[in-house]
């Protein structure tokens, strides 16, 4: 049989297409509130704030993240980045197959699971985004998007040591609108059981805030937060954090 990790609890914040060099404060007053903090804490701001960024959070127990990496290592792909670029800058982590890439660029899962592997190469932990529309959902068919999306966008090799999947439901996105826990709690066990290694790390996101984040986290099977616009300021995301350690 084989040894399953115990999930490690996490909070990441998603900064999306959001701050400028201004905002590097914002990141170390994240750090000031959580210096020692129980579980997982991550930022990932734009591409062009990683360094600032690193150097700003060095020594802290924040972690830097980028938001999505190409499938190459590195070549003619103007505009792209790759995951040791990511690395370099002082990233552990990457977002993959968030849902705005998959709309805005037309992503699939075929991609993401070639982005993970270039990700791993240059030894980034993956968070791997899945998650139903609201026609999806009124459809009735959630799990079976949400189950193809995870055997589609996981590549051979997915572990709890090198990917973190993000349950996140397009229409709960930026939308202040959340699942019931119960659907939350359905889709998390549905996860659980297909995920390749049990020990998996499973994130709930879209429109979690400081005043719903206890109640999430309270949820069977949810370790943590991918956190959007709540995530951008550090009295909103230090509150967030410091529910998952209560939780
Ligand atoms: P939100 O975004 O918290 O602003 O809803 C979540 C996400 O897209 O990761």
Not at 70 to 84: Q, S
Not at 113 to 130: E, F, M, N, P
Not at 218 to 238: E, H, Q, R, W, Y
């Amino acid at each position: 049989m084989v040894d399953r990790v115990t999930p490690r609890k996490l909070a990441a914040g998603n900064w999306k297409m959001n701050g400028l060099a201004a905002q590097i404060v914002e990141a170390q007053a994240l750090a000031r509130a959580c210096p020692k903090p129980g579980v997982g804490v991550l930022l990932c701001p734009p591409a062009t704030l990683l360094a600032p960024m690193a150097q700003a959070l060095a020594g802290s127990a924040v972690a830097l993240g980028g938001q999505d990496c190409h499938v190459a290592e590195k070549g003619a792909h103007t505009g792209d980045i790759a995951a040791a670029m990511l690395a370099d800058a002082g990233a552990s982590h990457v977002i993959l197959g968030h849902s705005e890439r998959r709309a805005d660029h037309g992503e699939t899962s075929a991609q993401v699971a070639a982005k993970l592997r270039s990700a791993w190469k240059a030894g980034l932990t993956a968070i791997v985004c899945l998650g139903e529309t609201a026609e999806d959902r009124a459809a009735g068919r959630t799990l079976q998007v949400v189950g193809a999306q995870l055997t589609a966008s996981l590549a051979e090799g997915a572990d709890a040591a090198n990917t973190v999947i993000a349950y996140e439901p397009v229409w709960a996105i930026g939308s202040g609108q959340t699942p019931t826990p119960e659907q939350i709690a359905e889709v998390h066990a549905f996860l659980r059981a297909h995920v390749p290694d049990a020990g998996m790390t499973l994130l709930y996101g879209g429109s979690v805030n400081p005043g719903n984040a206890a109640a999430i986290f309270a949820i069977p099977g949810v370790d943590g937060a991918l956190v959007g616009g709540a995530s951008l300021k550090a009295v909103d995301f230090g509150a967030i954090v410091a529910a998952l350690e209560a939780a």
